[in-house]
């Protein structure tokens, strides 16, 4: 709690914080561990050990760290004493005349007491009149939302006449009762003491809870599809794999891919078996289209159930999309191309054929030269076998002829 002083002005502070918790002293300037929805509050008592050099009102303004909102203080100071002057008998500011009216106060006839001489000594039994209206001696006068008339409570009036408070020390009121959207108990009761008494069907601290069971009924007439609970008119499943209102609905169930392909399909293509009909039959869910499937959610970085498909169209194109359920409401995440496949490469598929028929005529004729060389071995080494294995004749060829030829002369007689 911030305060902004000025010269020769003290203040102390008391907090009332969640569930009564008291502090004073510095501990009376702050409230811990608080949220949205929790009520405290804090007493504040301003004394002035001196008054103003230049007599004016002073300003002080309080307001709690963190927010904009802050409370303005204007301080009076009464620095003359008017107790000088003399009095005024039978004065019209107290009661009926019952008393003077001196020093800022009444000075009460005799037969008459408080403080604006409103009681009779013989209507009541005790001197101490304020002691009445405490509830004990740690409150208020009637807890400071009223007057204490002769030892009993006036409780004050609010502007709004149906807002009030009650009871022997003014200590409850109809007006101040948690609150849900924006009603007083919700709408569904009334607040007495500051504390919700629900109509039937609804419990709660501000009656925000409803006890009927309709609203959890699944097709099946089960309540919460038997995989829940129903709280507050709100299905709680149990199993974290349903989700949806009634927990019927299962994305990372097998078949949702399937189940959600034509509708994904006519929506983000417009194509598919439900492109006629697409605006009637698969306005259900809410269409995101991305770039790439790096933009589609994740399960590591999401709090919220979902299922990653990959389809193929009429045209062997695939498509990439998630099904996805965030706060009851379904998002289907779509890959915003198609990915078909690339059409046949000419050159590439004519070099393979030319370089097949190269290369089987070369293996061919390799095969046809091994054979050839194989079969040329085995003539040769036949060919030596037999030369080794003949046997030659050793006498004359009996068609050789010699080329000299011997003629005898019979005239010769050898001289």
């Known amino acids: 709690m911030l305060t902004i002083l000025c010269q020769g002005v003290t203040i102390t502070y008391k907090s009332i914080c969640k569930n009564g918790v008291e502090g004073t002293g510095e501990n009376g300037r702050k409230c811990s561990n608080i949220s949205i929805g929790d009520e405290v509050s804090f007493k ?27 409370v303005e203080v204007v301080l009076n100071f009464i620095c003359d004493c008017q107790c000088a ?4 008998p039978d004065s019209d500011k107290c009661y009926e005349g019952h008393g003077t009216f001196e020093c800022g106060a009444c ?67 109809n ?22 008494i629900c109509d039937a069907n609804y419990t709660g601290g501000a009656c925000d809870c409803s006890l009927e069971t309709a609203t959890c009924l699944a097709k099946n007439g089960q309540i919460c599809n038997g995989r829940g609970t129903c709280e507050c008119g709100i299905c709680k499943c149990t199993n974290p794999k349903f ?16 189940e959600h392909k034509d509708c994904v399909q006519c929506r983000a293509f417009e194509a598919g078996e439900k492109k006629e009909t697409c605006e009637h039959d698969c306005s259900y869910f809410q269409l995101i289209k991305v770039k790439d499937r790096e933009k589609m959610p994740q399960p590591t ?40 496949p690339a059409g046949p490469d000419i050159i590439p598929i004519v070099a393979g054929v030319v370089a097949g028929i190269v290369l089987i005529g070369l293996a061919l004729l390799l095969i046809w030269k091994l054979l050839m060389i194989i079969h040329d071995r085995r003539e040769f080494a036949k060919f030596e076998k037999e030369k080794m294995n003949a046997k030659w004749d050793t006498g004359e060829n009996p068609i050789y002829k010699s080329a000299v030829t011997t003629v005898v002369n019979p005239k010769y007689e050898g001289k």
């Open 44 to 70: 504040i008592s301003i004394e002035s050990q001196k008054c103003p050099s230049n007599g004016k009102p002073e300003v002080i303004k309080i307001k709690p760290l963190g927010f904009t909102e802050e």
């Open 107 to 173: 000075k009460c006839n005799d037969g008459r007491i408080g403080r604006l001489c409103e009681c009779s000594k013989d209507e009541v039994r005790t001197e101490d009149l304020d002691a009445n209206c405490r509830k004990d001696n740690g409150t208020d006068i009637c807890s400071n939302n009223g007057d204490c008339v002769c030892g009993t409570c006036e409780c004050k009036k609010r502007e709004n006449p149906a807002e009030i408070y009650s009871r022997k020390y003014c200590e409850c009121d």
């Open 301 to 340: 970085d999401q709090s919220f159930p979902l299922t990653h498909c990959k389809e193929r169209d009429a045209n062997d194109c695939w498509f990439y999309y998630t099904y996805a359920i965030r706060n009851d409401t379904k998002e289907v995440y779509v890959v915003e191309t198609l990915e078909c």
């Open 85 to 88: 002057a003399e009095g005024e």
């Open 175 to 196: 007006f101040n009762c948690d609150r849900s959207n924006n009603k007083l108990c919700g709408g569904h009761g009334r607040c007495d003491c500051r504390k919700c």
């Open 243 to 258: 989700q949806g209102p009634t927990c019927e609905i299962c994305p990372t169930c097998p078949g949702v891919c399937a």
